[in-house]
């Protein structure tokens, strides 16, 4: 992009900008204090000591303790190791998975893997709002059930699920719960003794960190083993040397992050709800997908009829305007988006679906400028498609 | 992602739009996978395609195969619209995404699909076309992790 062109970046969903504070906070700990944190010398201490001070922040942020934040490369390896090591530490008392249909791929692709080990894993539906049932959830537990894993957040409708019922359904039968809140951690409140979480994984590029560095975090008394074997970093569960400038980072990121939740929340939720109504009020045949209030403050999903989201997505880049779509044509397969064909989307309507997640650093005259572009554009790809046409001469 | 051939195509699409009492008209692919594509064609007593309109649901090769196909056939014979293959309109495009190449098939089965239409209203044969599938659907891949 050259650099006369304005950009808007309403892509903070797919990756955050890594704040100068944060990116400040981490320089040192690349040229200046490189030591390694498992050497003996007094060097490295000072390098110890930064990923000690990020770890007590990020356990302080969700109400943990220092020693069950277990640092990973990203979300999709928090995932990975929570679910992989739970059935395998639980495999001897069942081999039954509990998820939602609507989970992240580093959840779903997981659980498919364990099923091809003979595991057995029950896809939870949602209601039309992209909620999980738990009528249907208490249903699904079994004796042999050794693990929940329900996302905080969903990534692409940003729906907020009900954690809390679910903690405390999973915690009254004894069961594991696991949390992906890799869209959440950072941008609403949680606390995983009050929502009952066993473990829950989160990744710092979300929340204006650095990207490569994540945390999974594991109750105590919850005994699952190492995903990467190697020496004795965290704990003996994560073996390899740490990422101290991430590490540190994410730190600085999540500290940012909670000093400024509230306001930033609210802000984030004003300015989206004024575009999403703008747009509503001047594109016809549009819909927002997922609940309108339980859902990150940050999120607008909306669905446009008789057009294709790759297209919308190219032409709204040509306008500087950065968004994402959960069309077929954006994900390298035939399917649109599992997450809205779960909210029970037609095919063709999940086609024309459009994400935009905005940040504070969004104003609301850009706002304004994107909803006209997205009405301008939209009534351009209506004019080629053959489905407005058969919609505007048969109504069908 | 997409050559400069296809972005221009797609900015700029050629021959969008309807022609009323078409000669032939042809819809292919399905809403499903995310792809629809019309033809219309207006063919003379010679068999010359006089013009030719497009409307198409679908990405941004979607669109772009369908403006370089009606470009490719328009003012040619029936005949010669024939051989405008996808791999012709892919060539012309100077190429697309592997995961896009179902895209350009839609636009040779959308012109083949119009020619049939054609054919049928005029009670001709036209050599080497078969009837269009209903649907273009191709086997979708699975990638083992």
């Known amino acids: 992009m050259s650099e006369d062109k304005k950009m808007i970046y309403l892509d903070n969903a797919a990756t955050t900008r890594t704040d100068p504070q944060v990116v400040e906070a981490m320089l040192p700990y690349f040229t200046e204090y490189y030591g390694n944190p498992s050497s003996v010398y007094e060097f490295s201490g000072i390098s110890k000591k930064a990923v000690t001070d990020a770890r007590e922040i990020l356990a302080q942020s969700i109400g943990a303790k220092t020693q069950e934040i277990y640092f990973t490369a990203g979300g999709s390896e928090s995932d990975n190791w929570a679910i992989k090591a739970a059935a395998e530490a639980f495999g001897k008392k069942g081999k039954h998975i509990i998820t939602s249909k609507i989970e992240h791929h580093a959840v779903l692709h997981t659980c498919e893997h364990l099923e091809k080990q003979g595991y057995e894993v029950t896809y939870l539906d949602v209601d039309e709002d992209g909620m999980v049932k738990l009528d249907e959830l208490k249903k699904a537990i079994r004796p042999d059930t050794i693990l929940i894993s329900i996302m905080f957040a969903n990534n692409e409708i940003g729906v907020i699920e009900p954690v809390k019922e679910i903690g405390r359904i999973a915690r009254e039968n004894g069961i594991p719960f696991h949390t992906d809140a890799v869209q959440a951690y950072g941008h609403v409140p949680i606390n995983v003794d009050e929502y009952n979480i066993d473990m829950m994984s989160a990744s710092a590029h979300k929340i204006n960190g650095p990207k490569g560095i994540g945390f999974l975090y594991i109750r105590t008394g919850i005994k699952i083993r190492s995903f990467v074997h190697g020496g004795a970093q965290e704990r003996k569960r994560r073996a390899g040397t740490e990422n101290v400038p991430g590490i540190v980072g994410f730190g600085k990121a999540a500290e940012i992050a909670m000093a400024s939740m509230e306001e930033r929340s609210r802000r984030e939720a004003e300015l989206r709800d004024y575009l999403m109504e703008k747009v509503l009020a001047q594109v016809p045949y549009t819909r927002v997908n997922g609940h309108r209030t339980c859902r990150l403050p940050n999120n607008c999903n909306f669905s446009f009829q008789f057009i294709e989201g790759e297209s919308l997505l190219i032409m709204l880049d040509m306008a500087g305007i950065c968004g994402s779509s959960g069309s077929a044509c954006t994900s390298g397969s035939l399917d649109p988006s599992h997450v809205l064909l779960a909210i029970g989307l037609p095919h063709e309507i999940a086609h024309g679906s459009l994400r935009l997640t905005l940040s504070q650093e969004n104003t609301r005259e850009e706002m304004d400028y994107v909803a006209d572009q997205i009405t301008r554009i939209v009534e351009r790809l209506r004019n080629m498609s053959p489905l407005y046409e058969d919609f505007i001469k048969h109504g069908k | ?145």
């Not at chain 2, 649901?57 to 619209?81: N, P, R």
């Not at chain 2, 592997?98 to 239409?117: F, Y």
């Not at chain 2, 054919?119 to 083992?144: F, M, R, T, V, Y």
């Open chain 2, 1 to 145: 992602m997409y050559s400069e051939k296809v972005m221009d195509h797609f900015e700029h699409p050629r021959n969008v739009g309807e022609i009323e009492n078409a000669s032939g008209m042809g819809t292919v692919g399905n809403a499903k996978c995310g792809d629809i594509m019309r033809i219309y064609l207006d063919i003379d007593e010679n068999q010359i395609i006089q013009d030719v309109k497009f409307k198409t649901f679908g990405c941004g090769a979607a669109v772009a195969t369908s403006s370089m196909a009606t470009e490719m056939v328009k003012g040619k014979s029936v005949q010669e619209a024939m051989k405008v293959t996808n791999k012709a309109v892919m060539e012309a495009l100077d190429g697309l995404p592997p995961v896009k190449v179902h895209c350009s098939l839609l636009a040779e089965e959308a012109i083949h699909a119009a020619l049939w239409d054609y054919a049928q209203k005029n009670h001709i044969a036209i050599e080497g076309l078969e009837k269009p599938k209903s649907d273009i659907s191709e086997e979708e891949e699975e990638e083992e992790y």
